[in-house]
């Protein structure tokens, strides 16, 4: 780490919350963000050019406390805490008055430029490269830096990949090769919001006084602020220049900003002719003496998952059998009328339907690949979910010389299409080498890992396969073998039971299915 430069920063991302698990695991969420933003600066060589300001308010149990920080983001991480009897005379009869609060770290960044910007906003290496480059002239012609306002790209990372708390070097990984499929949300034309970000230079933020702190509840307050400094100033919308961040999506399905659906009291939309300075001299609690503070590095003490191994087989019967099981597996068979499947396939995606109601994986591997109704039903449940498939498709010349898969490279379009027309944003691979599903790389297979649910074709594999999907699964994974000979389906459940910690196997059906899972 190379010391500061001249003791300001080129940027601050102001971050806020309070300890009290909003909408999720808010502790979770906010160490992760600024465990990825120090380790995105470090990469660059950039860590000091960055800090953190994460503004507390009134939590019972103080963030500062709880959240777990590697040594990176411990370095350039303050934290405001604002106790109870500042916050309470300022909230009136809200818990949590945005403006005020976002304020209140704007005026204490010390950055040249400061950015607003979530505690669940996740900016990898390439966009905070692209960044500050923007910010340092190196990105865009003649840029008017100092006197605009600007906003970034917003993508949302599928909640049920937030909801596995992933590692994370895990996390970093899984967004670097998926990013690109989530959701994108637009900042409307003429006012920019909603963005991951709102930034201008710490000269700008001081001539306007920030956020209206009239608007104590939530929305709008980014929208008046947007119309209040695009009155009479520039406006860069940064995504044109690479500058993509990533939301911890909160919901599971799409996004509704009706008032109805929200959970929150909203700010009345009537200040649509704003003043570019509304709030007085001491904005941002300027009038009160609030010390900030870093903390050690520290690792985290969260528990690993629980295997989903039942107390007893009998339970474990009842859940595969349960009615919504078998809903899910149905559904599926239906969306695919037309590409029937071997009935010794129905219990196998009975067992991943089983999976699926009780977590969300967040890789998928089938060995084997050949019908799209397993990847189909985990892009349904979990539309974050990665795929990965080992196909078994030979291939065959064209008359015109056109190489194609047997089954159809038209198959290969129909599964993706059909996978994101039921919502799926994460990728789809396609393993397959020149010897065969048996001969995919070492590599190849250990690219996804590691792997929540397997499912394995038993016709399909060799033991230095089986050895490397053991090695690549994750400790309380579920693997799932199906096969149309029941020795062969008992033999590849037992050998990779035997390779994967203990594991022990399920026959499921007539002998035809099997899952394995660890205790």
């Known amino acids: 780490m190379t010391p500061p430069r001249d003791g300001r920063p080129l940027l601050s991302f102001v971050m806020t919350g309070r300890n009290d698990g909003f909408m999720g695991d808010f502790v979770w969420r906010i160490e992760t963000a600024l465990n990825i933003l120090a380790r995105s600066a470090h990469r660059l060589g950039r860590l000091f050019d960055v800090e ?24 350039i991480t303050r934290f405001v805490t604002v106790p109870a009897a500042v ?96 959701p994108e949300e637009r900042g409307g034309p003429g006012h920019a919001a909603p963005s991951n970000l709102m930034l201008m230079h710490r000269d700008l933020w001081h001539q306007c006084r920030g956020f209206d702190e009239r608007f104590i509840y939530w929305g709008f307050n980014d929208i008046d602020l947007a119309l209040r400094v695009t009155a009479g100033h520039g406006f860069i919308p940064l995504e044109n220049y690479g500058v993509n961040s990533l939301h911890m999506e909160h919901w599971t399905t799409p996004r509704n900003y009706a008032p109805e659906k929200m959970f929150r009291r909203l700010n009345p939309v009537d200040n649509l002719m704003p003043e570019l300075m509304p709030n007085d001299e001491n904005w941002g609690i300027g009038d009160v003496a609030l010390p900030s503070q870093m903390i050690a590095p520290r690792g985290s003490d969260r528990q690993s998952e629980e295997s989903l191994m039942p107390p007893t087989l009998e339970q474990l019967a009842t859940q595969i059998q349960a009615p919504e099981v078998a809903h899910q597996a149905q559904e599926v068979i239906a969306l695919f009328a037309g590409l029937p499947i071997p009935q010794t396939d129905h219990p196998a995606l009975l067992c991943i339907a089983w999976v699926l109601s009780r977590r969300a994986p967040r890789s998928f591997l089938e060995v084997g690949f050949r019908y799209p109704h397993a990847a189909a039903l985990v892009a349904r449940r979990a539309p974050g979910t990665e795929l990965f498939a080992i196909v078994d498709w030979e291939r065959r010349p064209l008359d015109d010389g056109i190489f194609y898969a047997s089954e159809g490279a038209s198959l290969i379009f129909y599964v993706t299409h059909t996978l994101r027309q039921n919502g799926h944003w994460a990728y789809t691979h396609f393993m397959r080498s020149p010897g065969g599903s048996q001969h995919v790389s070492q590599d190849g297979i250990h690219r ?67 899952l394995v899972l660890t205790p």
């Open 87 to 182: 916050a309470l005379p300022r909230q009136h009869d809200t818990h949590f008055p945005d403006s005020i609060v976002i304020n209140t770290g704007i005026r204490r960044a010390r950055g040249e430029f400061i950015s607003q910007t979530g505690s669940d906003v996740v900016f990898t290496a390439a966009a905070l490269a692209a960044l500050l480059g923007v910010l340092e002239g190196r990105i865009g012609e003649d840029l008017p830096l100092r006197s605009a306002f600007m906003t970034g790209g917003r993508r949302h990372i599928p909640n049920v990949i937030i909801q596995r708390a992933l590692p994370v070097e895990e996390f970093e990984r899984y967004l670097e090769r998926n990013a690109a499929f989530f």
């Open 448 to 514: 996804g890992g590691p792997y929540d649910l397997v499912l394995i074709r038993g016709g399909h594999v060799t033991p230095s396969l089986l050895t490397d999907v053991a090695a690549a699964m994750r400790r309380t994974g579920v693997a799932v073998v199906t096969d149309d000979q029941p020795d062969r389906c008992r033999s590849v459940a037992a050998d990779i039971a035997r390779q994967w910690h203990g594991a022990v196997v399920i026959p499921i059906g007539e002998g035809c299915n099997a």
């Open 52 to 75: 953190a300001v994460v503004v507390d308010w009134n939590s019972d149990v103080p963030l500062r406390d709880v959240v777990s920080l590697r040594s990176e983001a411990a370095a």
